[in-house]
């Protein structure tokens, strides 16, 4: 007896959207695509793999989407698009890429989202696993399609980035632990405010069997009815059965309640964001019981990943890093007052791009307290310069090549030169590591 399987069409040929054609045409679907760009990024991959598909693409077809029997939506695609919602109100389902793997899934996933430190602490778990003897794949918003890992030899843990896009259309994950790392805001022109980005996060604690949670943000989980056993942690004191930062003979250490795990000191990466990341990926491996020695072991090992405060280069006792990757403006004040707390000389900011309509007034006291001079370039300049202009020197530049040659001529030995943009790279770059990439090479041809 052959099994029904809805006729699918999938919206947005991303990699996210190859991959989900891929995995439904392998297992017997009936499959569409649509995008509302002219030539998507695959399509001319899908064109050669597929020929048999049809695909319409210049502006979503309504034909399709009104003929399906569920939809496949990118994480970014809105579902919240008239013809969606119009399939929405007539009951057919539309899912993402992550409720396509958690329904065949049977491995324990360990999942992970946030506003900021997301990749950093997927990969920092991921070293973890390994570390502790199991068989572990990452994948998810970074690393390989959550569709493809299926297709691989099963491992002991599965460890997911989930972007809060993809868990908006995600219904059936049961994660062994999951956390929410932090929430500022971010994707501004997708969500209707800060509370409904929350509530799309809010999704990875859905049947989870241990959350972790962040005790310094109790709005992220407090009112959720979760039947989890939590695992906490905070960047003060903690509590009984916590993990947080305690001073204990006269240093800073990591700490799980009154014990001493682990001087903050032999960690590579310093400051608050960087140790709020190694607490919530020690109560997720120890929710599934990983050693705590080869955990400690990775955090001290543990020296970033590109484009996160990345140094690229020092010269004449200048350094410039590379934070590409901070897309948000939670995620830029973040690095400032990390590299700010620990500069010599002057902290000089490089920022701009698509600030995605999030709010930008967070950037303004730590730029006061911490930076000299900022270069801002890109769609939202002027948004910037209207909250950093009275409280540091701003100087507007029409490129990242500009805004590195100017700074060059302002800087001394002793200083820090910070690319941190506090926005999106879409409007003149492919994506955060194309502009990272673009930036370390303009200062290695300084």
Known sequence: MSIYRPFTVVIGLGPTGLACVRYLVKRGFSVAVTDSREHPPCLNVLNKQFPKVEVVTGQLSEDLIQRAEQLVISPGVSSHQILIEKQVKRGIPVLGDIELFARENTVPVLAITGSNGKTTVTTILGEMVARAGYQV???????????????????????????????????????KAAVILNVSPDHMDRYDGLGAYRAAKQNIYRDCE?????????????????????????????????????????????????????????????????????????????????????????????????????????????????????????????????????????????????????????????VSEFVSQVYLFGQDADALQQVLDGVTQCYRVTSLEEAVMQAAKKTAPGDIVLFSPACASFDMFDNYEHRGQVFMDLVKGL
């Open 137 to 175: 794949r990452v994948g998810g918003n970074i690393g390989q399609q959550a569709l493809e890992l299926l297709d691989q030899d099963e491992p002991d843990f599965y460890v997911m980035e989930l972007s809060s896009f993809q868990l908006e259309t995600t219904f059936s994950l049961k994660p």
């Open 210 to 366: 241990y959350a972790v949670v962040n005790a310094d943000e109790p709005e992220n989980w407090s009112a959720l009815a979760l039947n989890a056993k939590l695992i906490p942690f905070t960047l003060q004191a903690p509590k009984e059965n916590q993990f947080g930062l305690r001073h204990i003979d006269g240093e800073l250490c990591i700490a799980l309640g009154d014990e001493k795990l682990l001087p903050t000191s032999q960690l590579q990466l310093q400051g608050q964001h960087h140790f709020q990341n190694a607490l919530a990926a020690l109560g997720m491996g120890y929710s599934v019981g990983l050693s705590m020695e080869a955990m400690l072991s990775v955090l001290q090992e543990f020296s970033g990943i590109p484009h996160r405060c990345q140094l690229v280069t020092e010269k004449n006792n200048v350094q410039w890093i590379n934070d590409s990757k901070g897309t948000n403006a939670g995620a830029s004040v973040a690095a400032i007052q990390s590299l700010g707390a620990a500069r010599e000389g002057q902290l000089l900011l490089i920022a701009g791009g698509d600030a995605k309509q999030a709010d930008l007034t967070p950037l303004r006291d730590p």
